[in-house]
């Protein structure tokens, strides 16, 4: 008993204590899809189907159009000027600087074609609408469209929080976190957060658990356009911030020295 008592005894305990109370993080617990195989063999995993995105007013959409002119229809592809740089998504700095805005209506302006209705369209059944007024003016059209603006929203618990704006549809939630790199150690990865809009303009918000591969067969595991991603903070990272953590060690070793005191006198 005495040896716990002596300089050397209360430093080595002061430290282990320390070290239990700052090791809060639970490894296990930073890990996805837990309840996947461990096993090195391929295994099958169910994963959701993806559904088309619906053009809706305000969206900007590029739409190209080729021919065997080239120079046919630069009067139409002139307008889609693309993203604003040469970056990737995972800058999140990516914004559409030109294209061609669906206006409250649903309908796109075209040169030459005049205005098409293409809200409430996929971008397959906006190509064939627009292939149909093509053919009128042009020869053996080839029709591209593609949105500009797809953009969702990464917060919370992330390295690299931000709007992202990627230049393709079929987004799911794990791309998303990629492009925000990836959640950070205090980040609850049972309790992600998706908020979004649907067609009727009501909020809905889903909690999704990264650590279960049920996710992955999710209605909302491919991301829709606007979607917001909150990841909370861990019990954990509450602790930190408030400063609790160092008044308990404060409060612990005041204890202990007061202990230890005491019975040095007796």
Request: glycine share 6%.
């Amino acid at each position: 008993m005495k040896n716990i008592f002596s300089p050397k005894g209360v430093l080595i305990t002061a430290l282990v204590a320390l070290s239990m109370l700052s090791s809060c993080v639970n490894t296990k617990r930073l890990k996805y899809f837990q309840d996947l195989p461990q096993s090195a063999q391929a295994s099958d995993v169910d994963i959701a189907a993806y559904s088309d995105t619906f053009i809706q007013p305000d969206d900007i959409l590029a739409i190209n159009i080729n021919t065997v002119d080239p120079t046919a229809t630069n009067s139409i592809n002139s307008r889609n000027g693309g993203f604003a740089n040469a970056g990737t998504p995972q800058s999140g700095m990516i914004t559409p600087v030109s294209g061609y805005l669906v206006d409250k209506m649903g309908f796109v302006d075209v040169p030459v074609l005049g205005k098409i209705k293409l809200g409430g369209l996929t971008t397959l059944k906006a190509r064939e609408t627009i292939a149909i007024e093509a053919v009128k003016s042009f020869k053996n059209p080839v029709v591209d469209v593609r949105f500009l603006n797809f953009k969702i929203t990464v917060i919370g618990e992330v390295n690299r929080p931000a709007s992202y704006v990627v230049p393709n549809e079929q987004v799911s939630l794990l791309d998303a976190i990629g492009y925000a790199g990836d959640l950070t150690v205090y980040g609850q990865r049972e309790n992600v957060l998706l908020i979004r809009k649907d067609a009727a303009g009501k909020n809905i918000t889903v909690k999704l658990d990264l650590t279960k591969k049920a996710t992955l067969n999710s209605p909302y595991f491919y991301l829709k356009q606007n979607d917001v991603i909150y990841v909370e903070p861990n019990k954990t990272k509450v602790l930190n911030n408030d400063n609790n953590l160092i008044k308990y060690i404060t409060a612990g070793a005041t204890i202990f020295t007061a202990i230890v005191l005491g019975i040095r006198y007796l």
